[in-house]
């Protein structure tokens, strides 16, 4: 089995945006990924869109991207893991 990680392409084909969440103020958007295609590009993975992202409530570069499942609902208490955290 084949897995790869999810690509703006593979969005357009489930018809899902992108979902992005401010680590440091816990703000969150919806980003149309029609848009991030004519910016980025089809190839570019779904978590890679962060690299291009920042807050727009307080301009933190700290985002997460992930795809907009419409039944996933706004993560709640959602919080990087610290490095030594994991274990």
């Given at each position: 089995?084949?897995?790869?990680?999810?690509?703006?392409?593979?969005?357009?084909?489930?018809?899902?945006?992108?979902?992005?969440?401010?680590?440091?103020?816990?703000?969150?958007?919806?980003?149309?990924?029609?848009?991030?295609?004519?910016?980025?590009?089809?190839?570019?993975?779904?978590?890679g869109v962060?690299?291009?992202?920042?807050?727009?409530?307080?301009?933190?570069?700290?985002?997460?991207?992930?795809?907009?499942?419409?039944?996933?609902?706004?993560?709640?208490?959602?919080?990087?893991?610290?490095?030594?955290?994991?274990?």
């Amino acid at each position: 089995m084949d897995i790869r990680p999810a690509t703006l392409a593979d969005m357009v084909t489930q018809s899902l945006d992108v979902w992005c969440w401010c680590n440091a103020c816990c703000h969150h958007a919806v980003l149309s990924t029609a848009a991030l295609i004519d910016r980025l590009g089809r190839d570019q993975g779904v978590l890679g869109v962060a690299d291009h992202a920042y807050c727009g409530n307080c301009g933190s570069r700290d985002v997460e991207t992930r795809p907009n499942w419409p039944t996933m609902g706004v993560v709640t208490q959602h919080s990087p893991m610290e490095p030594d955290a994991i274990e």
